[in-house]
T-cell receptor, first 114, second 115 residues
């Protein structure tokens, strides 16, 4: 079946450091890939997405490239801020029995210190 | 009002109570989902409704009962819950007709505590 694997957290960084959160997936065919962010006490919000191989999603300084050859969709940001502290979820969406079901990774907590 | 709205935001209930969680979306979507988010556990998909039909039920105990009266509303009826059911319950919606390309939109969740 479909699955998403994310690196274990928490990831702890100083402000302005470079961020990478690894994500790999298992799926047949061509799923769409997403990164969501969850701030404390809130639901999940879409951060960025890519719907086909080699697409790059970007938003708020975050980027991720859909790499079919390595089945990866790693999240990167060049300079993190304290306000980026949150939990980040990698997800895919693919057909399942006639429906399209989002499948999420376990989430990676990011803590950014001033 | 826009987006996905969940009520209540917080709920404390005893193990013998019956309560319901409500989710409403104003995005014109036709698929809705219930997820359970517990501390230190992955996000668990509970139920999926597509075009108002239940299409997924991931071995959820019968003390959780979903209801989708129309494409804009989704309920989760709760009865005789256990303390381990305490969690954040998240509702989401998406546009099923556009397939895999469209993202899910989430509500802010209901923080449920069973005492």
């Amino acid at each position: 079946g479909n699955s998403v694997t994310q690196m274990e957290g928490p990831v702890t960084l100083s402000e302005e450091a470079f961020l990478t959160i690894n994500c790999t997936y298992t799926a047949t065919g061509y799923p769409s890939l997403f990164w969501y962010v969850q701030y404390p006490g809130e639901g999940l919000q879409l951060l960025l997405k890519a719907t086909k191989a080699d697409d790059k999603g970007s938003n708020k300084g975050f980027e991720a490239t859909y790499r079919k050859e390595t089945t990866s969709f790693h999240l990167e940001k060049g300079s993190v801020q304290v306000s980026d502290s949150a939990v980040y979820f990698c997800a895919l969406k693919k057909a399942s029995g006639g429906s399209y079901i989002p499948t999420f990774g376990r989430g990676t907590s990011l803590i950014v210190h001033p | 009002e826009t987006g996905v709205t969940q009520t209540p935001r917080h709920l404390v209930m005893g193990m013998t109570n019956k309560k319901s969680l409500k989710c409403e979306q104003h995005l014109g979507h036709n698929a809705m989902y219930w997820y359970k988010q517990s501390a230190k556990k992955p996000l668990e998909l509970m139920f999926v409704y597509s075009l108002e039909e239940r299409v997924e039920n991931n071995s959820v105990p019968s003390r959780f009962s979903p209801e989708c009266p129309n494409s804009s509303h989704l309920f989760l009826h709760l009865h005789t819950l256990q303390p381990e059911d305490s969690a954040l319950y998240l509702c989401a919606s998406s546009q099923a007709g556009q397939g895999a390309r469209t993202e899910a939109f989430f509500g802010q969740g209901t923080r449920l505590t069973v005492v």
